[in-house]
């Protein structure tokens, strides 16, 4: 195995049958080498720094039923909420004030917040806070509304293909296409948006083929950030008795992202913090350089649950970003308060 790990450290590309092969064979000493690989790509190209980007959950409304996931149409017993522009602008003067310089604005599918609203809500960020970056995670859209929200301001888009496995894609997201999710990638890179891909690992029914299907499609995609955590079962979705994805084998994800991708930028999961105490803190060690603590209002954070048992729904925004700070710290990293481009996109 060392020989393909050197191979990826150098060359940063291996075959999907390469990669499926790393990962069936992985074992303790591959593993140490693989992280070390990954951690020395990543002080390359980020020193020290860990990037912070202060997420607002707005709205938990959503018209999609995927099976996994705990805010899908048919959980009846989710508790709806959305946040009005007001009290997202709150969240962000909040955040502001503690020194983020990014807002990740993340929903469910919400026909409330149709094209007009959300260009509303981009321009009233941007005009309020202009040294700041606009990240949408809104889900699937046409063509014309990504060009709308850019043409607004909007910097960056996340959208995980969630799995590059189309039996497994399909399976999972009932009424929607897997061709759609990949166009929508494609058309959110060309419009010029910082773009973020991503997956579950874990998932019931995933293979390590599927795994190195994922790895591939992120080197053809490119994106400049890629979402990678464990799937944690909801027990009110179809999927919520099967067993959930390993911190070990997250970790080896990302850090083989961190190989394939050296420069993008790879967030540490609340996930992964839900799933082990020191989970987060992991994932800056295989690779990642940035995190996303919650701006959300304490009293919606639990209504955002995607998974069971998620973590930090209780924490003042400053509490989180204190204590987020100190475990950066502790496992040898630094804040780094600023915007946080993507180098290819960097003023
Ligand atoms: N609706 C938007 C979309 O589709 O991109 C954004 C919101 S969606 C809840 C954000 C991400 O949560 C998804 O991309 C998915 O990977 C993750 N997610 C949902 N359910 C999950 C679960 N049970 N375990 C882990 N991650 C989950
Ligand atoms: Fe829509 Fe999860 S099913 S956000």
Do not use: W
Not at 21 to 31: A, G, T, V
Not at 116 to 131: A, R, T, V, Y
Not at 193 to 213: H, I
Not at 260 to 271: E, G, H, I, N, Q
């Amino acid at each position: 195995m060392k020989t393909l790990l050197d191979k990826l450290y150098i060359e940063n590309d291996l075959s999907e049958r390469e990669l499926a092969l790393l990962l069936q064979n992985m074992d303790s000493e591959s593993e140490k080498q693989l992280f070390e690989y990954s951690s020395m790509l990543k002080t390359k190209h980020y020193g020290k720094s860990v990037y912070m980007r202060g997420l607002i959950e707005f709205t938990n409304f959503c018209k999609q039923d995927c099976l996994y996931c705990g805010i899908r149409r048919s959980n009846s017993n989710a508790e709806r909420y959305r946040l009005s522009k007001e009290e997202i602008l709150r969240c962000c003067e909040e955040g502001h004030v503690l020194g983020y310089r990014t807002f990740v604005l993340q929903g469910g599918e919400d026909s409330h917040y149709d094209d007009s609203k959300i260009i509303d809500l981009i321009k009233l960020i941007k005009s309020n806070f202009p040294d700041s970056a606009v990240t949408l995670s809104i889900g699937e859209k046409s063509f014309e509304s990504y060009k709308s929200y850019y043409d607004a301001g909007a910097d960056r888009y996340l959208l995980r293909h969630e799995t590059a496995s189309k039996r497994l894609y399909e399976q999972l997201h009932p009424g929607m296409s897997f061709e759609n999710r990949i166009n929508c990638l494609k058309n959110l890179k060309k419009i010029g948006f910082q773009t973020g891909a991503g997956f579950m690992v874990g998932l019931p029914g995933q293979t390590n083929e599927d795994l190195a299907k994922d790895l591939v499609f992120l080197k053809e995609v490119k994106p400049e950030m890629v979402g990678i955590g464990p799937y944690i079962p909801h027990p009110n979705t179809p999927i919520g008795k099967n067993s959930g994805g390993s911190l070990e084998k997250t970790l080896i994800m990302l850090a083989l992202a961190r190989l394939l991708l050296p420069d993008v930028l790879l967030p540490s999961t609340t996930a992964l913090g839900t799933i082990d105490p020191l989970g987060r803190e992991k994932a800056l060690n295989a690779g990642a350089n940035v995190v996303m603590p919650n701006l959300s209002p304490t009293n919606m954070r639990k209504k955002y649950e995607l998974y069971a048992d998620k973590i930090c729904t209780g924490d003042e925004a400053a509490h989180c970003r204190k204590c987020i700070e100190g475990r950066i710290n502790r496992a040898g990293f630094e804040v780094d308060m600023s915007r946080g481009d993507h180098p290819s996109k960097q003023a």
